[in-house]
Structures are given as C-alpha cells and as structure tokens.
C-alpha cells in the first residue's frame, strides 16, 4: 500500500464514522493540533467531527535528508471527535484493521502518554499507541486548551503517516517510502528536506525572525482587542513558527524560551477566552 | 461467601493501577469492617484494563440485639407501679403493649423501654450500598474527564461485573450498570463471557488470554527469559522498575527475542541499554556484564506466529541505535573540557545564573569537603570532576536521553583520557537518584553528589522558592534524602552547620534573604528528611525525636544515637530511668537561679550524686566523642541508681532559697548531660500510657 492508498483509506474509514474532511491548513504548524479546526473545534459545547491530514513543521528535527527516520515536516492525520465516544479505542482498533493490518499476528499496545503543549495552553492524557514497538498514533482525551477547561470532552487521533507506511511497507528508510505507484518520498521530499535543514539550522535571518515574531505578536494583540479571532490565532501560529526557527538557530536561552512561549500562550489563552464568551452569546 | 469484583478500564497507566489495588483493599477492609461483615480472605488483583477485588466474606451482618428506650421511669409509672398514659402511648406506637415494656438503665437514668433482635443487613446490600462510594473514592496522582461526563478517573471506565454467591449485587456507578459480564483479550478474544463465580471467572480469562494474577504473569515472564536465553547462556540486564512496569501493561505476557547488527556493541552498554528501555521498553542482553546483540520484551500476546513483533521491534531498534551511534561519535569529537564555557549560555535557575556559575562553586565547595575529610589524593581529581561534570548536559546523547546525565560525562571523560578517579566522580554524581537507588561507590563521587546538591538546596531555598505538599519543582526533598543517605551510609564526618554556612556564602550575593534565616530554613529542612529516613527504618516516633534532641550537626552520628536508644530499650532499667528524666525536667520546669556551689552540697545522697555525675560526665564525653552511644547510654544509666537515693532522702524544694537553688543546679547538670546523649523526655514508656 502507498503513502497515498494510506491517506485515502484513512479518509474513506472516518469519514465513515461521520467525520467531516478538512482540507490542510494553510500555515506552517508544529502539529495537527495547532490548526483552527481542532483548536477553536474543542472549546465550548458544540458537538465536532473532523479528520485531516496535515503536514508539520519541526525544524529542530531536520537531518538534511541523511538520516532515514527524522525530517523536519512529517504528515499527520488528526481525527477530533467531540463528545468522544465511550467507544472509540474500539473505533480506532478498527481503523487500524481497515488498512490491512491483521492486529492477531501483532503486538499492539496503548502506552501511557500523556500530552501536553503550553504554547496553546494545552493538555491531554492518554497514550502512545505502540505497534511491534513503534509508535504509529498519539491518542488524547483533551482536558484543557486556551487555558480553559474543556466540557465536554473532545478525542484527539494522531496517526504518523511515515511511521506507520514504515510499518506496512517494512521499510528502514523514509524516503524509500512509495507515495503513489511510481512516485517515492524521496522523489518529492529529498530535496525539500536538505535546503531547509540548511535553512533552519544555518541561513535562517535570526534578526529578522526575532523581529517578525515580535511584529506578528503585536499584530495578534491588535486583532484581539478588535475581536478579529481567526486572523489574531493566525498570528500566534506564525509567532510560533519563528519561534521554532529560532531555537532550529540555538538562538533561545533557556530563560528565554519560557518567556516567548509564555507570549504566545497569553495571547492563545486571551482568544480562546473571547471566543467561548462569543460562542456562548450566539 | 465468595464476592468478586471486576472494574474495566481503558489501558490504567501501571502506577496507577498498583496503587488503585491497594488502595481498594484497603477501602474494602475499611468499610466492611465499619459494616461489621467478617471477612475471611481478600485479595486484589489485576492489569492495565482490570481492578479486581475477590474476598470470602460473611453472608452478613451478625443479628444484634437493640435497645429501644422510651419515656423516663418517672413520667411513665407512677408511685403505685401503674403505667401513666405516655407508657401506654409508647407501647402502642412500637406495636406492643405495657407490660412487654421493661425497665432500662442508662447513664442518664432510668427509662422505660425494651429489646429487640435486629436482623443484620445481608452481606449484597452492603456492598451495594457502599461500592459506589469505594470506587468514586479513588485517588491517583493524574486524574481525567471523558465524553460529557463530570465524574473523574484515570482513564475511562468501561464495564463493571459484581457478583456476591454466583448473583449479580445490581448497582449502578458512574453510568455503568453491574453484571455478571467481562470481556476477554482486548484484541485476541474481544467477546463477553459470563461469569458465574471467580474459579470460572479465572478459568474463562485464561481461555481468553487474559492472566488476571500479576505473580503468575511474572513467573511466566521470568521462565520464559530463561528459556529464550539458555542456549546463550546469557542474562538480562537487571531492570526490576522496568519489569514491573512491564508486568501491569500486558494481560498475556509473551516474551519475544531480536537482535541487531554487531557493528552497535562499540556503543557503551548504559547508552545501549537506555536506547532499548525508553521508547521500546526492551531488556538488554548481557553475558559477564558485556552487551550481546540481543534484547528482550514483553509482548501482550499469545504467540508471534508469522515473526513480526520480533522482526518489528527489531527495525525499530535499530534505527534508535543508529541514532545512538552518531550522537557518541559526534560527541566524542569535542573534548568535555571545550564545552565547560558554552555553560554559560545554560540557564541552572534564573536567579541563581547559569551551569557554569554553578560549576565555580561547585569546585570551591568540593575542595572544601575535601580538605575536611582529609581526602588529600583526590582533592585535585574531585575540583577537576567539578568543573567537567555539568558539560555533558551540552552533549546530543544527553539531549536525546536526558536520564544518562552525569553517566555520559563520566563516559567521555574516561574516552577523552581523564583519570578514573575524574570520571567516577562524574559519572556517579547524581547518585542516589532515589532512596532505594545505591550511594556513590567511589569517595570522590559521594563528595561530588553532595556537594551538587547541597548547592542546589541553598540557592533555590534563597531566592525564595519554597517546598509545600506536592509542590517541589527542583526535587529538593530528593536531594536531601540523597545527601543524609550519603553521609549515613558512608560515615562522614562532616559538620553539617558548617557544610551549609559554606554553601551559603557560595550564593550570598544572589539569595533575597539573611544567610542566618536561610540556615535556619536549611536546618529544618534537613531535620524533616532525617526524621523521614528514620521513620522509614521502621523506629518509633518517639525515639526519633528522641534522637534528634541534640541536632542534627553530625548526620551520621544520628543513626548511631537512635540505634543504640532503641537497642537499650528493651533493658529493663530503661523505663524507671526515662521516668526519672521526666521527673527532673518536670522540676526544671523554670531553670535554676543560681550555679551550682558543691560546698553548699550538705547530704551524703546529694554529695554522692555529685560525684557520681562527675565521672560519669567525664566518661561520656570520652564515648560521644568517639561515637560509642551504647556505651555512652549505658554510662548514663548509672545516674539511676544514686539519683534514687537522692530523692529518696532529699528534699530538693527545701525551705532555705540557696539550697533550693544549688539542688536545682545539680539537677540541671545532670539533664544537659542526658540531653547531649538524647532527648530522652520524648520517650513515651509503657507504664504512662496505660
């Protein structure tokens, strides 16, 4: 099967299950959680369906295409499910057998980990989903997001597209991956993964990075008092991209790395605050 | 009766589970005990997915006779012997009549009224009563919410089956209605079954893959080690946290064997074996303490038939372990000492600067121990070990896996050609990293450890981050139990008063409070962990604050005070002496006004008291001295016999005030010698608390 029959049966299996299909966000995320449609989906009371697959952005990650596990942007394929379903391991179980696997011939097993992201003032319990020893899926029940408690509660899926292609091809390299019949990951990701390895660890402007983040925060703040709470999270988005740019730099001290993500957490937290407000009022 | 109990979880992390099964047996013994059912046996049982409690327990409670009392005597019967109408009024609403009625006697007088029998409540009704209360009542260090629900566990519950004599005790908890039903394997046998007591509830989890006793699946575990690593003759790399770990995580455990390319054994075998237990949760194997390309682990299966979990944890592996590689080789190309500057640029505390400010008062603190414990060869090994032993946390290998700090200094400093005495230190610097964890072997890694953490003790109580509950953001209390277990375990004669007046003026200049206040705070920190370390030894609380009585100056000698103290308890001149003690703090409730004046000393039994203390002084702080507290004690104890006859025959208030005074004084030199030795006044002895 390849990369791209994966997402096509992982499409096919969810929407099934009454998932809406999101196309990707159109700005560099860290990771499917970060996108609007899981982080204004999983405040307030609404009932929310939604599965996408989403490429993230990890420049500290980078390995300028030399090493066959690691690169610095991976695809995710992010299922919300809110209320979550009393049961949804069941469900994802059989997700996992929709795509061939036969889990009795398997070792498959929910590991404690729990999540947490403090940028978006965010975190989860749950587990590690580990198959043979690899970890294919983050599963998370969300307790917390924008600094709120979350009620009800959404379910968060998060399948590693890489990885779990690495398990159904048996292959020790990424980029030997197939992406579609005569397509490899390599042909489209090898090049893409040396230049901004190069460009993250060496060429990126850290003057020009610190100035942007600074320029997007402030922008967020503005938005924010105008009410505008899509576009002012966009801007959290971006600070925290060149934030991830900067630290791929070694550019933050450790004191500073708490203090510009405790930026972007007030800011998140400012939004999700109003945004609940205003979907209470509606 | 037979009772069983089955709560189905999603996957409980395995900490949780542990404690979640004891603290049930417990909550059930409680709460059945209160209800007055007898219990024959208890046990708990379980994994990641099950809580199970079994017991044999009484049908119910035991009938009881009940006292029903009604209208006073007075009221209810008159002076002749006839009822009054209140007697005739309270027989009729209990469905009697008079003259069933009897009289009762109560502390509060005399009423009319009578017994009865009180059927007890069947053992089923209990349990339904109380169940609820027991499950909702567990606590664990993580808690969550689910779906729409407010109710909080670990993980969400799925099932509950409660049967009491084969029937289902009908309850509801938390959205889940009791039945006789359970569910096999979660993967490899997913269907109900239906449970009629706990030999078929064991008997139907067996056939459906599911070993519910934890000792049986580790005893499957451990044969099925040996058996995989007979023809080896080899072994595991002991990982008992990992094991047990392991052990709740599986419900049919199968031990599966891989191997990786020969080419990774260059890497050392703590880095070998941390890449396989994080993330995989593999076993290293080991032959004469060398790695063998191999590992281990557990899988929740009943067999591998087509060799993919073997073949797929080895794929896995391998890809960590390449990772591996190229962290060692990268790092050994940069000498530790070239990283000690970039520390400067690693924040240790905001308030306390950086790592590399930290390693200049660790080589001055580490010079100072060493010259107090006359370690002349290594003072110059240990100040070198100092200044390198905080340069690996600048390392990719200790980036990846941070638990190998401290252990990948040590390695690359003996790659990079420093001496053995430099890297044991290093290497063992974080040690004990728990209370069961081994001290440092070496001398210079004990001193390394303390003086690491002393540091960090200091400075983070001085610029005013305090310890509270559960709030303990630089693991304080870890550290001090490490440095008490260190300097008990190894004998160090350290003053702990001046180790801490050192420390401190280390951090003056940054802490926000008086260097006596943050002593002071330091000291009872200090005395909270020792009386922590002696409770855990199992002495008694009066004894420790016995033995803490004199301070806590020398910690090795606190050990040895409250040993001998418990030792001498069970002599028989113990408790008469710990009276007496009492007696004369009791007297010296004010101090005396005056100093003893031995030409006032005018009868034989207070002259012979005199000098008996005289030489017995002098003998104990002769034993104190070298640290014989048995002997010390024992010595002590010979106060007994001419105290006795002092006062026996003298009055120590006597009417003239300068007598009364010198008689005090004596009295009082004889408590602060007993006070060196103990607080011997904290003793609780048999004869009081009767």
């Keep these: 099967m390849s990369l791209q029959e994966l997402f096509l049966k992982l499409y096919d299996f969810w929407s099934r299950q009454g998932c809406y299909l999101a196309p990707s966000y159109d700005l560099e995320v860290g990771a499917g959680t970060m996108t609007p449609d899981t982080f204004f989906r999983v405040l307030g009371k609404k009932p929310w369906k939604v599965a996408y697959i989403q490429p993230s952005r990890r420049p500290t990650d980078g390995r300028y295409g030399e090493n066959p596990h690691r690169v610095q942007k991976h695809f995710q394929f992010q299922v919300i499910i809110k209320p979550s379903p009393d049961n949804i391991q069941r469900i994802y179980l059989d997700s996992l057998t929709a795509l061939g696997i036969n889990l009795r011939e398997h070792d498959l097993r929910f590991d404690e980990d729990d999540w947490e992201s403090p940028t978006i003032g965010a975190w989860g319990v749950g587990w590690q989903v580990m198959l043979d020893g690899l970890e294919i899926t983050q599963f998370t029940y969300f307790q917390q997001a924008g600094g709120l408690e979350l009620y009800p509660v959404s379910v968060e899926i998060t399948y590693g597209l890489e990885r779990l292609e690495m398990f159904l091809e048996q292959k020790d390299n990424i980029y030997d991956l197939s992406w579609s019949g005569d397509v490899s990951y390599r042909d489209l990701r090898f090049r893409e993964e040396k230049e901004f390895s190069i460009y993250n660890f060496e060429q990126a402007d850290t003057q020009m990075l610190q100035k942007s983040f600074n320029a997007m925060e402030k922008e967020a703040q503005r938005l924010i008092n105008q009410n505008l709470l899509l576009p002012a999270y966009d801007h959290c988005l971006k600070c925290s991209h060149f934030f991830n740019l900067l630290d791929s730099r070694g550019a933050i001290s450790v004191t500073e790395r708490v203090k510009l993500i405790g930026q972007i957490r007030s800011l998140v937290n400012q939004i999700a605050r109003k945004f609940v407000e205003q979907e209470g009022e509606s | ?690």
């Design chain 2, 1 to 690: 009766m037979e009772f069983l109990l089955e709560l189905m979880t999603e996957e409980l992390p395995s900490s949780h589970v542990r404690s979640a099964l004891s603290q049930l047996e417990e909550k059930f013994i409680q709460e059945l005990q209160s209800a007055r059912i007898g219990i024959r046996s208890l046990k708990t049982l379980g994994t990641c997915r099950r809580l199970v409690v079994t017991a044999d327990l009484e049908a119910g409670q035991p009938d009881e006779e009940e006292v029903v009392t009604g209208p006073p005597k007075q009221v209810a019967v008159q002076a002749d012997g006839t009822f009054t109408a209140s007697a005739f009024g309270f027989a009729k609403a209990q469905g009697l009549t008079v003259d069933q009625l009897e009289v009762i006697k109560t502390a509060k007088g005399e009423y009319l009224g009578f017994k009865r029998l009180k059927k007890g409540k069947p053992t089923a009704e209990v349990i339904q009563e109380r169940l609820p209360f027991i499950l909702s009542s567990l606590s664990f260090p993580k808690n969550m919410r689910w779906g729409e629900k407010t109710f909080r566990f670990s993980r969400p519950i799925k099932n509950l089956l409660c049967l009491f004599d084969g029937r289902v005790i009908p309850l509801e908890f938390e959205g889940l209605e009791s039945s006789n039903l359970t569910y096999g394997h979660f993967i490899h046998a997913p269907e109900p079954l239906r449970v009629l007591g706990f030999e078929d509830y064991l008997h139907l989890l067996r056939e459906h893959f599911v070993l519910i006793d934890p000792e049986e699946r580790k005893q499957i575990i451990l044969k099925q080690f040996g058996e995989k690593l007979s023809l080896l003759k080899a072994e595991v790399y002991p990982d008992e946290g990992l094991l047990t770990r392991l052990l709740w995580n599986v419900e049919f455990p199968l031990v599966i064997m891989g191997g990786f390319p020969e080419k990774y054994l260059e890497l050392p075998l703590e880095v070998l074996s941390t890449a396989m237990r994080e993330g995989q949760k593999l076993f290293s194997v080991v032959k004469d303490k060398k790695q063998l390309p191999y590992f281990l682990g557990i899988a929740d299966a009943p067999s591998d038939p087509r060799g993919f979990i073997a073949s797929g944890n080895e794929r896995v592996l391998k890809a960590r372990l390449e990772d591996a590689r190229f962290f060692w080789g990268n790092d050994l190309k940069t000498r530790l000492s070239d990283r000690v500057p970039l520390l400067n640029s690693v924040v240790f505390q905001e308030k306390l600067g950086s790592y590399a400010e930290k390693v200049e008062r660790l080589q001055k603190l580490v010079a100072y121990l060493a010259d107090r414990l006359e370690l002349r060869n290594e003072k110059k090994d240990l100040i070198e070990a100092a200044r390198l032993c905080k340069a690996d946390l600048l390392t990719d290998m200790v980036r990846e896996f941070p638990e190998l700090q401290g252990k990948m200094g040590g390695l690359y400093s003996r790659q990079q050609g420093w001496s053995e005495t430099v890297s044991r230190a290093i290497y063992e610097h974080y040690l004990p990293v728990s209370l069961d964890d081994p001290v440092p072997e070496s001398m210079a890694g004990a001193v390394l450890s303390i003086a690491d953490k002393i540091d960090t003790i200091v400075g983070v109580f001085g610029v005013g981050i305090s310890i509270s509950g559960s709030s303990d953001p630089f693991g304080l209390r870890r550290y001090g139990l490490a440095i008490c277990k260190i300097v008990m375990e190894k004998k160090f004669h350290i003053s702990l008063q001046r180790l801490l007046d050192k420390a401190i003026s280390l951090v003056a200049d940054r802490i926000n409070m008086s260097e006596a206040e943050l002593k002071k705070a330091c000291l009872e920190f200090f005395e909270g962990r020792v009386r922590y370390i002696l409770e855990k030894q199992g002495y008694s609380y009066d004894l420790i604050n016995a033995a803490l009585g004199p301070g806590i100056e020398f910690l090795e000698q606190t050990t040895a005070r409250i040993k001998a103290l418990s030792e001498l308890k069970q002599s028989k001149n113990f408790e008469q002496f710990i009276l007496m003690v009492k007696r004369i703090k009791n007297i010296l409730k004010e101090p005396p006004r005056a100093r003893l004046n031995s030409a006032l000393l005018k009868e034989k039994e207070e002259k012979e008291l005199y000098s008996a203390l005289k030489i017995i002084k002098k003998n104990v702080e002769g034993m104190l001295a070298r640290g014989d507290f048995s002997s010390a004690q024992r010595m002590i104890f010979r106060l007994q016999a001419p105290l006795n006859s002092f006062f026996d025959r003298v009055l120590v208030m006597a009417e003239d005030r300068k007598i009364r005074n010198n008689r005090l004084a004596l009295l009082n030199q004889i408590l602060a010698l007993t006070n060196e030795m103990a607080d011997y006044s904290h003793i609780v002895v048999e004869s009081e608390s009767r």
